[in-house]
């Protein structure tokens, strides 16, 4: 009898310490930290960094499925600024057109940072039409020219260190009217339009296509592959990416997130059913203002640029007014499948009669409001990492 209690004990101590080594393994319990996440700390530099020194705030840009495709080579008086296409999304960004979108972040993040150190930043976006199959090697975005200024922050700037995609609860309560027209002067320009959607009839359709567009995108099984790649769940695996969507940022709750790490890792198939049920029950069901990023060819690449630099202007203005934003661009991902298949993208009309867009086309749509919780840090490559000869 004695025996059997020992080597039930015994097995009892087993499970307890697998279990607290896995929460360990996993970071199951403490906040998103480690060299993955020194950059948060470290985004204002230093004067020593030199001409260097705003890409310290540049890599904590926003970029689809947190790929960070930027790549930076530095010079005495200019940067040029590179899309690495070998951080793709494959078949979700068939055009990488969210790629661009993602290096446009990335450049008003650097203009903001620049100014704060006192650096003039003029951006000259490069030309050309995103085609398909594009080759995976970097391939020029843009060249940002330098020279002196007298040094000027605001509270945007400020808020690069705050700023995350906030997946979770939002509180429902609408946003001024006059907070939304401020976000859309801001972010609006001549290749540029932002709109909103506020009404509820409207709001309800749009977030029946966004969860529509979900559910025919992880019907697509190469869609699905292509997606999951990006996704990842160990400290170790975080560790050695620094990129990807982790367990902390995607899940609604902290218990959520916990949970998800102490499981085994989830299938593509598990992963899709979760992004479905929380599209449909958080992200869209919570949300009390759509938007949209318009411009006049979304498979233009300096307008989808611009839309990217839109786009992290408004978030971080968001930001330092206590607002969350998420991006919800299932409808324009699913589109580009659709042109990438030689199919008819139904939902352009309907997007574009949402928005009001008339000859604008809808490159990016999102959701905004009132967080109920703060939303965690995601990992980040390294300066050095993103750092190119010149060329």
Known sequence: MRQGIAITSGAAALAVAALGYRAWDRGAFGAPRGPAYSAWDEWRGTEADGNRRPLRATILAASPHNTQPWRFAVSTDEVAVYADRACDLGSFDPFRREMHLGVGCAIENFVLAARAFGIEAKVLPMHGRLELSPSPQPVPAARISLGRAEPSSDSIFEAIPFRRTNRGLYSGQPVEPDRLRAFADLASGPLVRVAFVTEVGARRDLAAAIVDATQWIIGDPQMSRDSAHWVRTGRHEIEAHRDGLTLDATT??????????????????????????????????????????????????????????????????????????????QPVEMMDRCRMLGRNEELQPALAQWFGAGAWEPTFVFRLGHPTREAPRSPRKSLEAVLARPG
Do not use: C
């Open 252 to 329: 609604p709750s902290r218990l959520a997130a916990v949970a998800g790490k102490m499981l085994p890792d989830p299938s593509a198939a598990a992963i899709d059913r979760y992004w479905l049920a929380t599209t449909r029950d958080v992200h869209t069901s919570s949300a009390s203002v759509f938007g949209a990023i318009l411009v006049r060819d979304r498979l233009d690449m300096a307008q989808a640029i611009e839309a990217g630099r839109a786009w992290q202007r408004l978030h971080l203005a968001a930001t330092a007014h206590g607002l969350a934003a998420q991006p919800l661009n």
